[in-house]
C-alpha cells in the first residue's frame, strides 16, 4: 500500500492596509521570527516566498505574499499586483482608527475589484501590544469582520509575535476551502 502523495500548492497572498499599520513587521515575524523596531516605508512593493508544510493535511504549501505600499502615491499602480491573487491579510493598527475606517471603503473595496471573487481574507487587527494607545476595540473589529464578511477576525502583534502565525495558516487554510479542500 503506498503513502498518499503530498499535495502541493502555490498561493500568491498580498498583506493589505494603510502606510505604517504593520505590514511588513507582520511578514517578518512570520518569515524569520524577527521584528525590526526602526520603521522604513515599503517603496510599491515587496515580494517574500515562505514554504508551509501542513502534516495534517498532507501538503506543501508555497506562500509568495506581496507587501504593498500603503502610500496614496502608489494607488495608480497597486491594481496590478493583484493579478493571480488568492488571499489577502487586511490589516489595521489599533491605535489608529483612520486606519480601521479604510478597510472597507478602500483596501477591500480594491481586493474585491482586482481579485476572483472566491479570493480568502482575513481582518486583522495589529500592534495590540499597545493596550495602553487603543482606538479601535475588539468588538468594532469583529463587528466589521462579520459585516465585510471575512473569513476571520484576529488581533495580532508584530512585535511579540502574538497570533501572526495563526493568521497566515487561517489564511491558508481559508484559500484551500475555497480550493474544495476539506481543512
Known sequence: MCAEETKEYVFKVTILGDAAVGKTSLINQFVEGAFEEDYKPTLGANIIRKDVTLDKF???IRLIMWDLAGQEKYNV??????QGCVGALVVYDITRHNT???????????FKNYVKKEGAYILIGNKSDLTDQRA???EEGKELAEQIKASDFIETSAKYGENVE?????????ILRNYGEKV
Do not use: G, H, P, T
Not at 499602480?77 to 493583484?82: E, G
Not at 480601521?100 to 473595496?109: A, E, P, Y
Not at 495563526?166 to 481559508?174: D, S
Open 77 to 82: 499602480i497597486r491594481s496590478m499586483y493583484f
Open 166 to 174: 495563526m493568521a497566515f495558516k487561517n489564511l491558508v487554510y481559508q
Open 100 to 110: 480601521f475606517k479604510n478597510v472597507d471603503s478602500k483596501w477591500l473595496k480594491d
Open 136 to 138: 479601535v476595540s475588539n
Open 58 to 60: 498532507n501538503a506543501k
